[in-house]
């Protein structure tokens, strides 16, 4: 029994992919409440599906970027599939480019999932770029406690808490342009990097070809002023 518990477990785990937060409770699930972001790099393989589930509060803004850098192996395709599914399944954004923008207002509190699909390369992966989180307005969050009574504040201490929520956000953006940059600078890397292969094997393509026409040059002169050794004079 323990031994068959202990299989369904991971088999659960492979089945339903990564989670960018934990499962939580309806009472803690305020306690995640945050502009959570991620950004990494994975290589998808050939007609391969990775998916993500990253938790969000409702009420939230989420966003989501990615760029495909390069292919591997027989991929001729750099379009990549991409799908943002809800906590209760439905499709809520799609896109089947190389580089893609999603954002929607989350409606439901729950683990949102994220998958892309390499099926456009059946024999060969893809490396993408990816970034994703949410971003929350903080008002709501604000009136309710107002009303609760939780807190009480003045004027003064509304203004701050208002502009510095208004820096968060710009802060925020900053960061995703920044990111966005750093995927176009991936991209050229990989991209000279692939040129600079061609040009290399290219070059000493020619070169071999070179070499080998001019021994084939020699070697024809050579026979035309060969003589025979029963020849009374040279052929040339």
């Excluded at 699930?29 to 991620?38: I, N, P, W």
Aim: glycine share 8%; with cysteine; proline share 2%.
């Amino acid at each position: 029994m323990l031994l068959k518990a202990l299989l369904l477990a991971l088999s659960s785990r492979c089945v339903f992919g990564r989670k960018s937060e934990p499962m939580l409770d309806e009472s803690h699930a305020g306690l995640f409440r945050g502009s959570d972001k991620y950004d990494f790099a994975l290589v998808v393989g050939a007609a391969e599906t990775e998916c993500f589930w990253h938790f969000a509060h409702q009420s939230g803004s989420f966003y989501l970027t990615y760029m495909v850098q390069w292919v591997t192996g027989m991929a001729n395709d750099q379009r990549l599939f991409v799908t943002v599914s809800s906590p209760q399944g439905a499709l809520v954004a799609s896109e089947n480019e190389a580089f893609g923008r999603m954002g929607f207002q989350t409606e439901v509190t729950g683990f949102y999932r994220l998958c892309l699909g390499n099926h456009n390369n059946q024999f060969g992966g893809i490396r993408v770029f990816v970034n994703f989180g949410v971003i929350y307005d903080g008002s709501e969050e604000l009136r309710r406690e107002t009303e609760q009574g939780e807190r009480v504040l003045n004027s003064t201490l509304a203004d701050i808490e208002e502009s510095v929520q208004k820096l968060q956000n710009h802060i925020l953006h900053t960061w995703r342009h920044y990111i966005f940059a750093r995927m176009r600078k991936g991209k050229d890397h990989y991209l000279l990097l692939s040129n600079l292969n061609y040009v290399t094997w290219w070059s000493a393509t020619q070169s071999l070809l070179i070499v080998l026409s001019g021994y084939l040059q020699l070697f024809v002169l050579k026979r035309l002023f060969r003589t025979p050794a029963d020849a009374s004079r040279p052929r040339c």
